[in-house]
């Protein structure tokens, strides 16, 4: 099939809002805010910086010139260079991971639009039983997945950029509202100086370990998704410059969601939880007191899932553009294959907030929930092991002489000292410096 055929970006402004939408999505806004306010402040950020540079940034350099070389998916992308032999289950690994976290954001997503609407008509119902309410997750659920289709069932440029092109504008313009009404709030400084005041003593291994896999999720990047999207480019585009400018808007609009989010805590004399709670429980605290917090709230929430659709889209394309590619599928059917699969691995996610005491307390996990246990594997450890292996492919498989041809392509000082140093990178250092964070994940070694 051509390239033309399985479709292309319409430019190269559409590929980079399309990529960008990917990674900006809850990991950025939600996500990162609270890790950082409690891994150290500005200390996790310069940490976070330093992981997206040196190591997230080459993989996703490797990862499009891989995409763009093929115009395939991941499995074809591999099988291209290697037909044969045990390299096609990385692929494999890909697709899987891209369904299997599609079915929990998802979830995630549901819960951000359907708080839009509890904002909005200033419904009173907590958190705890919005989610154990199963026919509203469910409803949900099915609401959200049906826009990810919707999307994706358009095909590249029909749907893919075409709401890109729509969607991605709308975020920073709706943040940075946010961002001002929240630092005018009385107060609001004492959250800036806890987001950001710098403090070293926390940073162990536990703490790079977060910060890495913070880079892998939020970029996107461990699963194929910038494969996927790389193999949609023109030989002609310039990787380097496209890609970084990706990275770069993501980590300015992670920067943003903080200010957004602490001082209009700190300001409401709440204290900055964890995780759900602080999306879903302190923030609604906070829009019900405050004045004009029904309109902010529902902005909020708008775009949360506005940044949640853009991503969830990248994370379904991955499996049909396999289907496509591999299974020579009709996307329209590919889409709703894997909408359906879906759908029936989210069941025990959405069943995990207190619904099912078996989901939400698996027996053979202290303290996991199933959900819990689903972003464990497929969020914190098969997206780096992804990216490790990658790497190694990339540099030592197909070899970094026909890497570094097709980044050229489209920019040809690239050939200089900056393929030198990209190719030391992705050949020796993401593969040691993945590794060695694997061992202090698995307890193998200690800080
Ligand atoms: N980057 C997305 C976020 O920050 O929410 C999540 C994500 C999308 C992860 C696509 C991986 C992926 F392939």
């Given at each position: 099939?051509?390239?033309?055929?399985?479709?292309?970006?319409?430019?190269?402004?559409?590929?980079?809002?399309?990529?960008?939408?990917?990674?900006?999505?809850?990991?950025?806004?939600?996500?990162?805010?609270?890790?950082?306010?409690?891994?150290?402040?500005?200390?996790?950020?310069?940490?976070?910086?330093?992981?997206?540079?040196?190591?997230?940034?080459?993989?996703?350099?490797?990862?499009?010139?891989?995409?763009?070389?093929?115009?395939?998916?991941?499995?074809?992308?591999?099988?291209?260079?290697?037909?044969?032999?045990?390299?096609?289950?990385?692929?494999?690994?890909?697709?899987?991971?891209?369904?299997?976290?599609?079915?929990?954001?998802?979830?995630?997503?549901?819960?951000?639009?359907?708080?839009?609407?509890?904002?909005?008509?200033?419904?009173?119902?907590?958190?705890?039983?919005?989610?154990?309410?199963?026919?509203?997750?469910?409803?949900?659920?099915?609401?959200?997945?049906?826009?990810?289709?919707?999307?994706?069932?358009?095909?590249?440029?029909?749907?893919?950029?075409?709401?890109?092109?729509?969607?991605?504008?709308?975020?920073?313009?709706?943040?940075?509202?946010?961002?001002?009404?929240?630092?005018?709030?009385?107060?609001?400084?004492?959250?800036?100086?806890?987001?950001?005041?710098?403090?070293?003593?926390?940073?162990?291994?536990?703490?790079?370990?977060?910060?890495?896999?913070?880079?892998?999720?939020?970029?996107?990047?461990?699963?194929?998704?910038?494969?996927?999207?790389?193999?949609?480019?023109?030989?002609?585009?310039?990787?380097?410059?496209?890609?970084?400018?990706?990275?770069?808007?993501?980590?300015?609009?992670?920067?943003?969601?903080?200010?957004?989010?602490?001082?209009?805590?700190?300001?409401?004399?709440?204290?900055?939880?964890?995780?759900?709670?602080?999306?879903?429980?302190i923030l609604p605290e906070i829009f019900e007191a405050m004045p004009g917090g029904l309109l902010i709230g529902t902005l909020f929430f708008l775009l949360l899932a506005i940044a949640a659709l853009t991503s969830a889209i990248s994370l379904l394309e991955v499996p049909v553009a396999f289907l496509i590619d591999e299974r020579k599928m009709r996307r329209k059917v590919a889409t709703w294959l894997v909408g359906g699969i879906t759908l029936i691995f989210g069941i025990p996610s959405a069943l995990s907030f207190g619904a099912s005491d078996f989901f939400s307390n698996l027996p053979?996990?202290?303290?996991?929930?199933?959900?819990?246990?689903?972003?464990?594997?497929?969020?914190?450890?098969?997206?780096?092991?992804?990216?490790?292996?990658?790497?190694?492919?990339?540099?030592?498989?197909?070899?970094?002489?026909?890497?570094?041809?097709?980044?050229?392509?489209?920019?040809?000082?690239?050939?200089?000292?900056?393929?030198?140093?990209?190719?030391?990178?992705?050949?020796?250092?993401?593969?040691?410096?993945?590794?060695?964070?694997?061992?202090?994940?698995?307890?193998?070694?200690?800080?």
């Open positions: 099939m051509s390239s033309n055929t399985r479709g292309s970006w319409g430019s190269r402004f559409g590929f980079v809002l399309a990529a960008a939408g990917s990674a900006v999505g809850l990991g950025h806004i939600w996500r990162f805010p609270y890790v950082t306010g409690e891994n150290g402040g500005a200390a996790f950020v310069i940490l976070y910086i330093l992981c997206v540079f040196m190591i997230g940034v080459p993989i996703l350099f490797a990862e499009l010139s891989l995409g763009r070389h093929s115009h395939k998916n991941p499995v074809g992308a591999i099988k291209a260079i290697a037909p044969h032999g045990v390299w096609k289950y990385l692929g494999y690994l890909g697709v899987a991971t891209g369904l299997f976290i599609l079915s929990y954001y998802t979830l995630i997503a549901g819960w951000t639009f359907g708080y839009i609407f509890k904002t909005l008509l200033q419904n009173p119902v907590t958190f705890d039983d919005f989610s154990t309410n199963a026919p509203l997750n469910a409803l949900l659920y099915v609401i959200f997945l049906l826009m990810t289709i919707g999307v994706v069932y358009g095909g590249i440029r029909g749907g893919i950029e075409r709401w890109s092109k729509i969607l991605m504008p709308i975020l920073p313009v709706i943040l940075i509202f946010i961002i001002i009404y929240s630092l005018t709030l009385e107060g609001a400084m004492e959250g800036v100086r806890f987001y950001l005041r710098p403090d070293f003593s926390v940073i162990t291994g536990e703490t790079i370990m977060i910060a890495l896999g913070q880079a892998f999720f939020a970029n996107s990047l461990g699963m194929g998704a910038m494969i996927t999207y790389g193999s949609y480019l023109d030989k002609k585009e310039n990787i380097i410059a496209a890609g970084t400018t990706v990275v770069a808007f993501g980590i300015v609009i992670s920067f943003l969601a903080g200010f957004a989010i602490f001082p209009a805590v700190f300001a409401m004399g709440k204290s900055p939880a964890e995780g759900a709670a602080l999306v879903f429980v053979f996990w202290t303290d996991q929930s199933f959900f819990g246990m689903m972003d464990y594997i497929f969020g914190s450890i098969a997206l780096p092991l992804g990216g490790m292996l990658f790497s190694i492919f990339v540099a030592w498989r197909w070899g970094l002489v026909g890497a570094n041809k097709e980044i050229a392509l489209g920019n040809e000082t690239f050939l200089g000292i900056q393929s030198k140093m990209w190719g030391i990178v992705i050949k020796y250092i993401c593969p040691i410096v993945i590794f060695f964070v694997f061992l202090f994940q698995t307890g193998l070694l200690t800080w």
